[in-house]
């Protein structure tokens, strides 16, 4: 099987989830779809290359990805906590309508 | 070669649900769901070590995290129509089609996996794992960071 169409097909998926939700945490999973498609390359092309590099940077790739995550998470949390907001077009008007002062930031 | 085809078809359907689903928990089942078909995916290519970190990172703790983060904001009431679940189904029969007209190639590794990741993550990429120590640690300080000032604030 061509896994080089599923990855692109994950991608696609992952960035269409992006694009159209607008959910924080929605976000977030279709931001883990778009980097499990592209963790995928470095399997397969390490594979077809014959190269365990491939799962090496796959490994780098996973474990900076769940960082990424957790760090996410902490500021949609924050943000829920301080403006009761899941939602980002609420976000976006809420800094439209108040720009915050030097001294609230 | 069918495997493949299934696994990578399930795939494409969980994926295709993580995002049409309008309830987070079963958005983040599904994500799970794709995950543990991905990690199977590895192993049938015969790449363990990459297969178990995805099973561990991606299937598990991600899902953890995001679950955590999904009770600890506001849930939307909002529920999945049967329209919705309708449509998702024919995206994803859609999206599946070039799985199945794609061309079947069992790639695998010939070498000794074990043997080859050692050298190649401890000898080749020593200082890249060393970086990355540094990357986890400076996140968990952020995390750690950001979750104090709000308490402060409290």
């Known amino acids: ?11 696609a998926i992952g960035i269409v989830g992006l694009v159209t939700k607008h959910d924080l945490i929605k976000m977030l999973i279709a931001i883990e779809m778009i980097t499990a498609a592209a963790t995928m390359n470095f399997v397969v092309f390490g594979s077809l290359m014959n190269d365990s590099l491939g799962q090496a940077f796959s490994i780098l790739a996973l474990s900076v990805d769940a960082c990424v995550t957790a760090v996410a998470l902490a500021l949609a949390i924050t943000i829920f906590k301080k403006l009761n907001i899941r939602d980002v077009r609420d976000l976006s008007e809420q800094t439209e309508e108040e720009p915050p002062t030097v001294e609230e930031s | 070669m069918w495997l493949e085809t299934i696994l990578a078809i399930g795939m494409v359907i969980s994926a295709v649900f993580a995002i049409y689903l309008k309830e987070t928990v079963s958005s983040v089942l599904s994500l799970s769901t794709m995950m543990i078909l991905l990690s199977l995916l590895y192993f049938n290519m015969n790449a ?24 600890l904001t ?39 996996a074990e043997f080859s990741l050692s050298i190649a993550l401890w000898d080749l990429r020593a200082i890249d794992v060393l970086a990355q120590g540094l990357v986890v640690l400076t996140a968990a300080l952020g995390v750690v960071l950001l979750l104090k000032e709000e308490r402060r604030r409290k």
Do not use: C, H
């Not at chain 2, 178990?52 to 991600?62: D, N």
């Open chain 2, 48 to 71: 363990p070590f990459a297969a178990i970190f995805q099973l561990a990172l991606g299937a598990g703790t991600s899902a953890i995290f995001l679950l955590a983060g999904d009770s």
């Open chain 2, 74 to 112: 506001k849930r939307s009431n909002e529920k999945t129509s049967k329209k919705t679940l309708l449509m998702g189904l024919i995206v994803s029969a859609f999206l599946s089609v070039p799985l199945l007209i794609g061309t079947v190639v069992p790639q695998s590794f010939t070498q000794t």
């Open chain 1, 1 to 11: 099987m061509d896994y080089i169409i599923l990855s692109v097909t994950i991608l």
